[in-house]
């Protein structure tokens, strides 16, 4: 390959502050001598070799084309369509239930843009999980989807109640209801099963009861035992297993019940689908980091597949306990619903934006979920505050959007899931337009000397990727950690992630601007590099002229760690 220019740099201290990029000056805070070939050599505090390399084409790699390239059919049109910088970057999950379980309405979902498919266990039998997840795994093989799989644990219901009917019921004001913890089957008038005999614990007579965050609300009138009598304050609407909440002057009544975090019946939906081989599982009601790491430690003794999991904020202890949760976490489910009935309605904006950048500063993916669109389960066209509600997590740079009732039972699926994904595909080309890419205080997470360079090389990888405008990067990767840690930079090129582990890829689909590709690599990185460029050239995805930068954690079998980290820029011919 033609060498424009090499700038080579011996091993020494790794710098605890961040170099920073100047296209006029300087790479890497070291000064260009020269632009002319041949090499270009400095001394620099990080043991990283940069490569600046143009003319990489198909002539040059000396090398047949050979090998498969995995590359999705949504994300291969839309590249074609709209261009490397024209990419969507916020990945959408949709929860599938009946309204969307057939193979046509999975298919149309995948087309619309749907990432991870989520199943809640909550809902439906285990044998309908089980058909959901075939027919996915069969659309990814058939017809060249890339779609991941994710169950949502039930969790422990101890704050769920339910009025036995199978729809909502309307509550009207000043109406008297008796919520028990007797069990009985179907309905009874103003009675409401409540799933925890502890239910009504520190409970007193003059407490507000708030079902599912305000839909309806209560006072408590008369204890009778572990039942409570209370009349209704505001009418609304009474869901089907409900959760609900107690406030007393004007804060939440906090009670511990020292339940586990994961029933029996979680364990056995654990099990199920270590068996089916899902890409994610989601833990409900995680309370504390321990509750992560014990499943974390389960899984790996149970499958050889990498199961990521996904812990899911949605209580105040969970918040209390928040960085501990997210390190533990292979990432993060905001559930809004859930946790606009433990705090303040008006708090949910900024601790969502807490939330997303604790995420991205500890490099874990963050899933922006609940009532997005909810008003879609029934209409066909979203209130202008919804989109700007999406819009809103977009701009935050959430890495993934969720659907819930609005894909799993709505009339309008298909239109909500569009409207996603222009409303984030519009904020995304807003935002650079505007070069609103915000700045994040990068926390050092890596402790060893080749992690360190692995975080320098991709956070000086994004800001020259942005700094001379280059199409795309390019990661080759066997774990993602490296696709990971340039998504975290929320760079304006998208991230093409190269890599021979499956579960990799699938994990990858989760992560905000990296496009997964599953490819054979071998120890010759150049050959790797040569080889997918021309893949991708056969399918007219790159074109003479395209500029894409290059970082690679991948090695050489027996060389040191640090053997292949380096940065080359190319220019295809």
């Known amino acids: 390959m033609a060498v424009a220019g090499e700038l080579t740099v011996p091993c020494g201290q790794i710098s605890s502050k ?3 990029f100047n296209a006029k000056s300087q790479i890497f805070g070291v000064p260009m001598i020269s632009c002319s070939g041949g090499k270009l050599k400095s001394w620099m505090s990080t043991g990283v070799r940069a490569v600046l390399q143009m003319g990489v084409g198909a002539a040059e790699s000396g090398s047949k084309i050979g090998g498969a390239l995995g590359f999705d059919v949504v994300s291969q049109e839309e590249l074609r369509e709209k261009g490397f910088l024209g990419m ?52 990814n093989e058939e017809k060249g989807f890339c779609v991941s799989v994710v169950i949502d644990t039930e969790g422990s219901q101890i704050h769920v109640v339910d009025h036995g009917a199978p729809s909502s019921v309307k509550v009207e004001e000043g109406s008297i209801w008796l919520f028990t913890t007797k069990k009985f089957e179907g309905s009874r008038p103003f009675t409401v099963q409540a799933n925890h005999s502890g239910f009504s614990e520190g409970v007193e007579v003059g407490d507000e009861l708030v079902i599912d965050g305000g839909m309806a609300s209560f006072e408590v009138v008369e204890k009778i035992g572990n039942d409570l009598k209370c009349k209704c304050t505001d009418s609304g609407l ?14 939440l009544v906090e009670r511990n019940y020292k339940l586990p975090t994961l029933s ?10 270590i068996a089916e081989g899902v890409d994610f599982i989601a833990m409900s009601f995680v309370n504390d980091a321990d509750a992560v790491s014990n499943l974390k430690d389960y899984i ?30 292979d990432g993060i489910m905001i559930a809004r619903g859930d946790l606009g009935v433990e705090i303040p309605l008006e708090q949910i904006p900024t601790v969502q934006e807490k939330i997303t950048y604790v995420c991205r500063q500890m490099n874990k993916p963050v899933i922006v979920a609940s009532q997005l669109l909810e008003s879609m389960v029934e209409f066909p066209t979203p209130t202008r505050a919804e989109v700007a509600d999406v819009s809103e997590a977009v701009r935050q740079y959430a890495d993934a959007l969720m659907l819930s009732g609005e894909s799993a039972i709505g009339s309008y699926g298909q ?5 996603l994904r222009m409303a984030s595909s519009r904020m995304e080309s807003w935002s650079r337009q505007e070069n609103r890419q915000s700045t994040l205080f990068h926390r050092k997470l890596g402790t060893s000397l080749p992690d360190r360079i692995a975080e320098q090389i991709c956070n000086c990888a994004a800001e020259m990727a942005n700094n001379l405008g280059v199409d795309a990067i390019f990661v080759y990767t066997k774990h993602g950690h490296m696709a990971s840690l340039l998504s975290r930079n929320r760079p304006y090129s998208p991230i093409f992630a190269f890599t021979n582990d499956k579960s990799t890829r699938m994990a990858l689909n989760l992560q905000w601007g990296v496009i997964p590709l599953f490819i054979d690599l071998t120890d010759d990185m150049e050959a790797n590099i040569a080889r997918s460029v021309d893949l991708m ?15 690679s954690d991948v090695t050489t079998t027996g060389a040191p760690s640090t053997a292949f980290q380096s940065i080359q820029v190319k220019t295809i011919s």
């Not at 990432?115 to 069969?138: F, G, P, Q, T, Y």
């Not at 239109?415 to 409207?419: I, P």
């Open 238 to 251: 009474f869901l089907p297993c409900a959760k609900f909440s107690f406030w007393r002057d004007g804060k």
């Open 264 to 273: 029996r019946k979680d364990w056995a939906d654990i099990d199920f689908g």
């Open 537 to 551: 050239k056969v399918k007219g995805l790159v074109r003479e002229g395209d500029t894409v930068l290059v970082v």
């Open 18 to 20: 961040i170099p920073t």
């Open 300 to 329: 790996s003794t149970k499958s050889s597949k990498s199961i990521r999991v996904l812990a899911k904020i949605e209580s105040l202890e969970s918040l209390q306990k928040l960085g501990e949760i997210v390190e533990a976490s």
């Open 88 to 139: 969507r970057k916020t990945k959408l999950v949709c929860t599938i239930g009946p309204a969307c379980s057939s193979l046509e309405d999975l298919e149309r979902l995948a087309l619309g843009g749907m990432n991870v498919a989520r199943l809640n266990m909550c809902h439906n039998s285990r044998e309908w999980h089980l058909d959901v997840i075939r027919k996915i795994k069969k659309l």
């Open 415 to 419: 239109k909500a899931l569009s409207v």
